[in-house]
């Protein structure tokens, strides 16, 4: 019985406007929509109940007590998670050095075999929490994978690396991955059943000992860039464009 | 303790990434401002040529059996020590598959100061870092005693990291790599048959411009050539010229790449949606006021006709 | 006298033999009936009762006068005859039965004597022949024409069982009635009565017969008269077990159809949507016993007809092969219909609009997809947009606090709804608002809203999407929410009348959302804008002389019965109306429907959207699409660009040529 615990990190939705407080160091987060970071998060939940139907187990969902936790919990509930935890603190202002020293001593306690988490948030300034997480297990830490299998008492998992290259790394348990992508996207869960989970299910709460902020660096100010309204034109011939162009594509690395 | 800007390259299967020679270009600017010197750490094993052409004042290399490939754990082992005992001002790292597998964890194991997703660094030492996406920037001091960087491209040119002279390169002593947690078991090659565009680095997209089935074929001939692939906007793929699997556009897929190849396409909204995921956006049509050119970030104004086959002539020159 | 000789040339032992296996299929009858009248039992219940004699009326002109069927020439008169024809035959029968074993038997005495044996005579014998008529129109249609809808029944392991049945049908009353013919000919050709010239068939099939002569003859009409009623019993007895069961199950299916508004869709009878056929409640299960596979559904379908695996005629086929198979692990999910199918409808109701058998398609195809939600079969682009439609209220993935950002200039600004009181409360809708083509649109309607000096606001970011669609999708939790919220919102604000421009949203607001008795008035903005310019609070100062066609939308024409509002409006703004062939309540879809405009499109043949603008492009000198739907826009402003015909035609939503002529 393999013993999932995934970290389900919630990020600020870039949908809204962004604004900078009036520190001029910080977003201004008062009127922030706080989501499951969608493209990587989302999928650490996935595969973690993909990983459970398969080869058995249960999941326990973790998140920090941020608005919108009790959705992102139940909604893994309606998927298949069986544990929902939700960690209390101050989190609206932590960084992923915190969080992974809070997350880690709440998990340890869990003695799980496997901690999944998305590889990235869009607001990761001092790393990325799954790393954070594992050093501060003590546990090794492989990312941007997109496959996780158990065999033969050791985790198989796919890495990703640019231009779809995959290396298949033998890993021993317990184990942190940072989940790129789930082996399939994560799936569609109803309302109703998002409704039926809150009422079939619990979450636990958890309180974090004090936030240890240490390991990130300081901002002394944000600032939005310059919004290219327009494209930048290029002039010229073909030919000198086809120049300027190929100078573009080695600036941007892909030739 | 020292001045210097450690760069960790990043090679795999004896190639040398673009972020190596990015980091090469951040940590020279870097350098200045900290009046260190700019040292390349290459861990490998039998990989020393791949030094030849790195634009530092030195190149440490550390050589073991376990290195020969990435493994994150072997890594970190073999780079806690260096750092530990060098104690460099800086090591940079690419915010990559590899660099983000180690920074972080030596950040949290060494007990020093990390700075994700840094794009560039201001002549006062100042790190400026890309966050949400990239719609805010982050600036602050570079921390002590020894920051961790990662780093994202965009910031510098590839070419600026490279030198035509080769660096001294010092062999760097590696600590026993025992009892390795995570192990590489093999590559497994991108299937060339089956593209999925949402993943793919670069795409060369049509749309109506390109007039007829023939005309994909010098698409397809500037994707060959630059290393991409061929998508479309719905009206090519309505015709039935390439496959739905290429369609990009609300009913098509929504892609991401690094760079976004727009030949004639106009860019409504329908299509636009679906692009602005992608990090470069290069639009090529013949109407300026084509609502295409006000997402992208380059735009060329012409016939895609004059300047298709030209281009692709250019790309293979280039390689 | 002229009297009728039953059993004429008929030994003793045969007419006992008859009594025998008229019993013997009787109780094959009644066993088949009640298989399938226990079969509906097992369906879940619904309640179909009342209005009792608007459901009365509804069997005269559908079923007595075939209004329906009738619709369409060829199989209109076609069946009409048969129906008629068999009917009186049946009647026919049912008196000579009478005559001979209940008054004769019980009473000593017959009624079908002198001339009204004579009438009786003449009348079967004439309305079998509309019979023959009708089966030679059918036989000469089915296996001669061809038409494609029927072609291509679906299969059960490679045995088409639909086609099967057709033939074994129309193949054996065919027979029946010819056989009936020849006994009665040969009959008339050996008794020779005086009043034969009253049996004007029979009497010509008997010259055929007079050179034979007797004994000859008199054994013939023996051994046809044997086959003939073999026959008959034989196709009484299976009656139950094939397609001829229609002549009840489709009565009755009209009988019980639904008398609610045709946009008020049942909420899901079964948690989680159907799984299994006996998740379908008993009217659904009729619903599929009352098909006859006539295949009309098909020729009006826009799935089909763009070429996706799909046919409203094939599912109801398909469900109703289902019913028979014994449980043998073939799942109604994937097994019988595909998810690909039911994602394939436009929900757009021109099916049973046509239908005959009055039979409600969309409703089952959603209860079925209400299942796919469940388990989350929906495709990528699906999600995303439910995803959306959960966490912003549109599908448009953007922020509720954007939703008014088209307001951002007008002039004067657009009151808001829930700070003051107005008399109109605008639904603007989320294409409407979020749309960066349809803002123009969006803005001019403010604008004609304004000249015409309505007292009107919105709910800025208080609005959600309707959920019309969403519900049609089969998520019905999620529309749950968003009408929760939307009633929330409406419930703050004080406003006589809700206006939308979205068909869509009109409906399910007028014939979906619990008000629980506090309907407010909901107009659609050509009922409006129609109420204005007959009132006279709206003029125009231009006539515009244009030459336009007019696309009725699904969900204002088919489902809400709003189809002169607009023409009127045309025709007040100075506009030459030419109909595009397919209007009205026969308006064909633009695709966007039930959700299909949050799908993916497969490759398939030319879109709804396209072959419609086609079909308006070849009208003569009709250079304008006009059009009620913000949806429409987008779909058709499309389809002219890939159908390369910008030179020819232009789209327009209706309020563009309000807004000119004003």
Redesign the interface.
Not at chain 2, 111 to 117: A, D, F, Q
Not at chain 2, 129 to 143: D, T
Not at chain 2, 184 to 191: A, F, G, M, N, V
Not at chain 2, 293 to 302: I, Q
């Given at each position: 019985m393999m013993n999932i615990v995934v970290l389900a990190k919630l990020v600020p939705d870039l949908v809204e406007e962004l604004t900078i407080d009036a520190s001029g160091a910080a977003l201004d987060l008062t009127f922030a929509r706080w989501i499951i970071n969608e493209l990587f998060d989302d999928h650490a939940i996935e595969q973690g109940i993909l990983l459970k139907e398969r080869s058995g187990g249960t999941v326990t969902v973790i998140a920090p007590d941020l608005e919108g936790a009790d959705d992102v919990l139940f909604t893994a509930a309606a998927k298949g998670a069986d544990r929902l935890i939700k960690v209390r603190s101050d989190f609206s202002a932590a960084n992923n050095h915190a969080v992974a020293r809070a997350f880690s001593a709440i998990i340890k306690g869990f003695q799980p075999d496997l901690i999944l988490t998305g590889v990235q948030a869009h607001n990761d300034l001092d790393g990325s929490a799954g790393p954070l997480l594992a050093e501060s297990l003590g546990l090794p830490y492989v990312g941007y994978v997109s496959g996780v299998a158990l065999a033969d008492g050791k985790f198989m998992v796919k890495k990703e690396y640019p231009g779809g290259l995959i290396a298949e790394m033998e890993v021993t348990l317990p184990a942190v991955f940072g989940i790129q992508a789930a082996e399939q996207p994560p799936r569609y869960v109803a309302v109703s059943k998002v409704r039926q989970a809150m009422k079939t299910s619990s979450i636990e709460e958890m309180d974090a000992s004090d936030l240890d902020l240490s390991g990130a660096p300081e901002i002394e100010r944000m600032f939005q860039p310059e919004a290219a309204a327009h494209a930048e034109m290029l002039e010229g011939t073909p030919e000198e464009v086809s120049a300027k162009l190929v100078a573009l594509f080695k600036e941007l690395g892909v030739l | 303790m020292s001045q210097d800007i450690y760069v960790v390259i990043e090679h795999?299967?004896g190639q040398v990434?673009?972020?190596s020679y990015?980091m090469l270009a951040a940590a020279r600017e870097l350098s200045r401002a900290t009046s260190g010197k700019v040292i390349a750490v290459l861990l490998g094993h039998n990989a020393k040529n791949l030094a030849r052409d790195f634009a530092a004042d030195q190149v440490l290399y550390l050589d073991h059996a376990s290195l020969a490939?990435?493994?994150?754990?072997a890594y970190q082992k073999a780079l806690a020590e260096l750092i530990s005992k060098d104690q460099p001002r800086a090591v940079l790292f690419g915010n990559?598959?590899?660099g983000?597998?180690?920074?972080?964890?030596l950040?949290?194991?060494l007990?020093?100061?990390?700075?994700?997703?840094c794009r560039s660094f201001t002549s006062e030492a100042?790190?400026i870092?890309?966050?949400?996406?990239?719609?805010?920037?982050?600036?602050?001091?570079?921390?002590s005693p020894t920051?961790?960087v990662?780093m994202v491209?965009?910031g510098y040119?590839?070419?600026q990291g490279k030198s035509v002279e080769s660096p001294p390169v010092t062999e760097s002593a590696v600590p026993a790599l025992e009892a390795l947690?995570?192990?590489?078991?093999?590559?497994?090659?991108?299937?060339s048959a089956d593209v999925d565009i949402s993943?793919e680095?670069?795409l060369i997209a049509v749309g109506?411009g390109i007039q007829n089935k023939d005309n994909i074929e010098l698409a397809d001939a500037l994707a060959q050539a630059?290393?991409?692939v061929v998508c479309a906007s719905?009206?090519v793929?309505?015709q039935?010229w390439l496959?739905?699997s290429r369609l990009v556009g609300?009913?098509?897929k929504h892609v991401k790449p690094?760079?976004y190849f727009a030949m004639g396409i106009s860019g409504?909204?329908?299509h636009v949606e679906a692009i602005t995921q992608s990090?470069?956006?290069?639009?090529v049509n013949t109407d300026p006021r084509a609502p295409i050119?006000?997402?992208?970030?380059?735009?060329?104004?012409?016939d895609i006709f004059?300047?298709v086959e030209?281009?692709t002539?250019?790309?293979k020159q280039?390689? | 006298m002229p009297i009728r000789e039953t059993f004429w040339n008929i030994p003793h032992w045969a007419e006992i033999a008859q009594y025998v296996l008229a019993l013997l299929t009787a109780l094959v009858f009644i066993y088949g009936v009640g298989h399938r009248v226990l079969r509906w039992r097992k369906g879940l219940p619904e309640k179909r009762s009342g209005h009792f004699w608007a459901r009365i009326w509804s069997l005269v002109t559908q079923v007595l006068a075939q209004r329906r069927t009738l619709d369409e020439a060829y199989p209109g008169l076609m069946h009409f005859t048969i129906f008629w024809g068999m009917l009186v035959l049946a009647i026919g029968t049912a008196l000579a039965t009478v005559d001979w074993d209940v008054t004769n038997l019980f009473f000593g005495f017959q009624f079908l004597t002198g001339w009204v044996y004579i009438l009786f005579e003449l009348t079967l014998d004439v309305l079998g022949l509309l019979v023959v008529v009708g089966l030679g129109m059918a036989i000469y249609r089915r296996y001669v024409t061809r038409p494609a809808r029927l072609q291509k029944f679906p299969t059960l392991e490679n045995v088409s069982y639909a086609a099967r049945d057709d033939a074994y049908v129309l193949l054996m009353l065919a027979f029946i009635t010819l056989s009936g013919y020849l006994t009665e000919g040969l009959r008339i050709a050996v008794t020779q009565p005086d009043w034969a010239a009253w049996s004007p068939v029979g009497s010509a099939i008997s010259a055929a017969f007079l050179a034979l002569g007797d004994p000859a003859n008199q054994t013939l009409h023996l051994i046809v008269w044997a086959i003939h009623i073999l026959s008959a019993f034989v196709i009484l007895a299976s009656l139950p077990f094939t397609k001829l069961f229609h002549i009840f199950s489709t009565p009755l299916n009209i009988y019980f159809r639904s008398l609610e508004p045709a946009g008020a869709l049942q909420a899901p009878r079964s948690e989680g949507g159907v799984k299994e056929w006996k998740q379908f409640t008993w009217k659904q299960l009729l619903d599929f016993e009352a098909c006859t596979r006539c295949g009309r559904c098909q020729d009006v379908c826009p799935a089909y007809a763009s070429g996706h695996e799909f046919s409203p005629r094939d599912v109801m086929i398909k469900l109703e092969m289902h019913l028979w198979e014994k449980p043998n692990g073939r799942a109604l999910h994937g097994d019988v219909v595909s998810a690909a199918e039911l994602w394939s409808c436009t929900t757009c109701r021109a099916c049973s609009q046509v239908c005959p058998a009055f039979i409600d398609h969309v409703g089952s195809f959603v209860d079925m997809r209400r299942y796919l939600v469940v388990e989350g079969t929906v495709d990528n682009q699906l999600q995303k947009a439910l995803a959306n439609l959960g966490r912003y209220g549109n599908s448009f993935g953007q922020s509720e606090r954007m939703r008014a950002k088209w307001t951002q200039g007008l002039q004067p600004a657009i009151k808001d709804a829930r700070k003051e009181p107005v008399e109109y409360l605008w639904f603007v809708g989320d294409y409407a608002s979020y749309n960066q083509t349809l803002i123009d649109v969006t803005r001019k309607t403010a604008q004609v809203f304004q000249r015409a000096g309505l007292n009107f606001g919105i709910l800025y970011d208080a609005e959600r999407n309707s959920g019309n669609d969403v519900r049609r999708v089969g998520e019905e939790g999620l529309y749950e929410m968003l009408a929760e919220k939307n009633l929330q919102a409406l419930s703050r604000c004080k406003y006589e009348t809700i206006v939308t421009t979205d068909p869509h949203t009109y409906n399910t607001l007028k014939n979906e959302y619990a008000w629980n008795g506090n309907r407010p008035r909901i107009l659609h903005y050509t009922e409006l804008l129609d109420e204005l310019i007959s009132s006279g609070q709206l003029k125009f100062s231009k006539k515009l002389d244009a030459r336009v066609t007019y696309h009725d939308p699904c969900y204002l024409g088919r489902y809400n019965g709003v189809y002169d509002a607009p023409r009127r409006i045309l025709h007040a703004a100075g506009c030459e109306l030419v109909e595009v062939p397919r209007h009205g309540d026969r308006a064909f879809c633009c695709g966007a429907g039930g959700g299909r405009i949050w799908m993916e499109e497969k490759p398939g043949r030319e879109r709804p959207s396209e072959m419609r603008v086609r079909e308006a492009v070849a009208l003569d000198g009709v250079t304008t699409f006009v059009v009620a739907c913000p949806k429409d826009v987008t779909m058709f402003r499309d389809a002219v660009k890939t159908t390369g015909s910008e030179s020819r035609i232009q789209v327009k939503d209706l309020i563009e040529l309000v807004y000119e002529a004003m």
């Open positions: - | 795999l299967r990434a673009d972020i990015t490939e990435f493994t994150s754990d990559t598959s590899i983000a597998d180690v920074a972080s964890v950040s949290m194991r007990g020093l100061p990390l700075v994700n997703s100042k790190f870092s890309q966050i949400c996406g990239g719609k805010i920037m982050a600036e602050g001091e570079l921390p920051a961790l990662t491209p965009g040119q590839p070419d947690r995570v192990t590489l078991s093999k590559y497994i090659e991108p299937e993943k680095p670069l109506r630059i290393g991409g719905r009206p793929i309505d039935g496959p739905t609300k009913s098509g690094k760079i409504a909204p329908e990090d470069t956006i290069i639009a050119f006000n997402v992208a970030k380059y735009g060329v104004e012409m004059e300047l030209t281009l002539e250019t790309v280039a390689k | -």
